[in-house]
């Protein structure tokens, strides 16, 4: 049964696709020809490509008023990186599709909500980057999976780790369009907040007169050096690293290379995390890749003081109490705070380029709301 509603998910995802997006076998609609104040769904075909063989495609949305200010968002939706949590018939741990349900209209919380007078970017030009290749958008590498090996039931699966590919599109896509633009803040949630310091260099790259920030939002808590060596390689990440990477040992390279490299290499460029201390979902992808007897809020900070350690001092963090996930894209963006501080107020400053300081909770096992909410 649940393999049949997979197959029925997948095809209605497909004929959405093919009638709701723009066809990658016409001419790709450049930035001018989208309506402001609307997303736009763009398939960008050529070597583009979902887990499981759909097409991908990615979202657009001029703001309602001529802007030079521009929000990159990468989406998240998990990871797969063995045959049982890659396989879509046994216990998939990722989001395989891009269908109706990426499109930011159908959740307009947090950094989406543009009626809310409080959201920093309600002005922005944005485009998102949905994810359905798990591998964190930085796979480049088609990968076949055995599935329950050595009992009756063994099989296999393959996997397209292309997340690199759609990534770069939507990217490549987003500089011959948005010309010049004075602010950048590249951001994302869980699985995209992860390469969002790797793909901001590329944004530093293409805009070379932008202030850039960047935000990753809950993903600070992986610290697990042999899952690295092994997911990494699978997914084919080494081979997409840019020159800046070649001294960095292939057993050292982990998420936080990402902030290390990227804030070494522009220090102008402010880049930052959000956390909620007990964050559940973190917890469940490291109890899945083997970690055991641990505290999350220790591997948060222990991660914050190796990229602090590096050679360039503009990196910062907020560290809320709960066990909350992704508060971006959430209502609770306007609502969680430190010590008085709202988070969605230290995110204004981030954006508008003033001094932030990083915030991190006293009583951790508790979530703090700004006064009123």
């Keep these: 049964m649940f393999r049949r509603l997979l197959i029925m998910f997948a095809v209605v995802s ?20 989208l309506p402001a104040g609307e997303w ?30 521009l929000l990159i968002h990468f989406q998240g939706g998990g990871a797969c990186w063995f045959g049982e949590n890659c ?19 159908s959740q307009p919380a947090g950094i989406f ?39 009756e039931n063994a099989s296999e699966v393959t996997i397209n780790h292309r997340g690199y590919i759609n990534a770069t599109a939507a990217l490549d896509w987003t500089f011959a369009n948005v ?7 590249v951001t994302g949630c869980s699985a995209g907040s992860i390469p969002s310091p790797l793909y901001t260099q590329f944004v530093a790259e293409a805009y070379p007169d932008a202030r850039i920030e960047q935000l ?15 997911i990494l390689e699978t997914w084919g990440t080494q081979g997409i690293l840019p020159e800046n990477y070649a001294e960095v ?9 990402f902030y290390l490299q990227s804030s070494t290499l522009f220090p102008e460029i402010t880049f930052s995390q ?21 505290m999350l809020q220790d591997l948060l900070e222990a991660n914050f003081a190796d990229i602090q350690a590096g050679d360039s001092d503009n990196f910062f963090y907020f560290m809320a109490g709960g066990d909350g996930h992704c508060v971006t894209v959430t209502p609770e963006f306007y609502t969680v705070a430190i010590d008085g501080m709202p988070f969605v107020e230290w995110v204004q400053q981030l954006a508008a380029g003033d001094e932030i300081e990083t915030a991190a909770c006293t009583d951790c096992a508790v979530l703090e709301t700004a006064e009123g909410e």
Excluded: K
């Design 87 to 105: 396989d879509l018939n046994t216990f998939p741990t990722y989001d395989p599709f891009v269908d109706e349900s990426d499109d930011p209209t």
């Design 249 to 257: 040992p292939a057993e050292s390279l982990n998420f936080e290379t």
């Design 113 to 151: 909500d543009f009626e809310n007078a409080s959201n920093p970017f309600q002005s922005y030009n944005m485009v998102m980057a949905p994810y359905c290749t798990g591998d964190v958008h930085i796979g480049n590498a088609d990968v076949t999976y055995e599935v329950n090996a050595g009992t």
């Design 274 to 294: 959000y956390n909620a201390a007990g964050d559940d979902v973190q917890e469940q992808f490291l109890t899945l890749g083997g970690l055991t007897d641990f």
């Design 179 to 185: 010309e010049n633009p004075e602010t950048v803040f």
């Design 40 to 69: 736009t769904q763009i398939s960008p075909g050529g070597d583009t490509i979902c887990s499981n063989g759909t097409p991908y495609s990615f979202f657009a949305r001029p703001a309602d008023e001529p802007s030079d200010e």
């Design 14 to 33: 497909l004929l959405s696709l093919l009638s709701a997006s723009v066809s990658a076998q016409d001419e790709l609609p450049l930035w001018g020809d």
């Design 216 to 230: 990753g939002d809950a993903s600070g808590g992986y610290r697990d050096q042999a899952l690295m060596i092994n």
